[in-house]
């Protein structure tokens, strides 16, 4: 048995939930923050069979897909704010982060 755990952008988290699910898996949803544009996102955790490991990243795949979004730059963590210029940048956002991890034991009450 596998755990697999992703983390997608908030944007495509229905989707990847509703396409796992459709297949007949499982799936636990986390709220999460990411570090490099401190957005939401979703950590997504799926316990399947060795077998069907390469299944869930597929759907994953087929949702998550990379694109560009034009943000503010970050504000400063520090120094007086009101020299600072916030000025729009384009940011790849998008895609998945997917971790396949050995399960020991799985118990379902």
């Known amino acids: 048995m596998k755990?697999?755990?992703s983390i997608v952008?908030?944007?495509?988290?229905?989707?990847?939930?509703e396409g796992i699910t459709e297949k007949g898996?499982?799936?636990t949803k986390l709220a999460t923050?990411?570090?490099?544009?401190?957005s939401g996102n979703?950590?997504?955790?799926?316990?399947?069979e060795d077998t069907k490991v390469e299944e869930v990243i597929s759907i994953i795949k087929n949702i998550c897909k990379k694109r560009k979004?034009?943000?503010?730059?970050?504000?400063p963590f520090s120094g007086n704010s009101d020299m600072y210029v916030q000025?729009?940048?384009e940011v790849q956002v998008g895609?998945?982060?997917i971790f396949v991890l050995d399960v020991d034991q799985f118990i379902r009450i």
């Open 69 to 75: 979004e034009v943000v503010a730059s970050p504000a």
């Open 87 to 89: 000025y729009p940048v």
């Open 42 to 48: 979703t950590t997504l955790l799926v316990g399947v």
């Open 3 to 5: 755990m697999v755990i």
């Open 25 to 27: 898996f499982r799936v």
């Open 9 to 17: 952008q908030d944007d495509d988290t229905f989707d990847v939930v």
């Open 95 to 97: 895609g998945a982060t």
């Open 33 to 38: 923050t990411g570090g490099f544009l401190k």
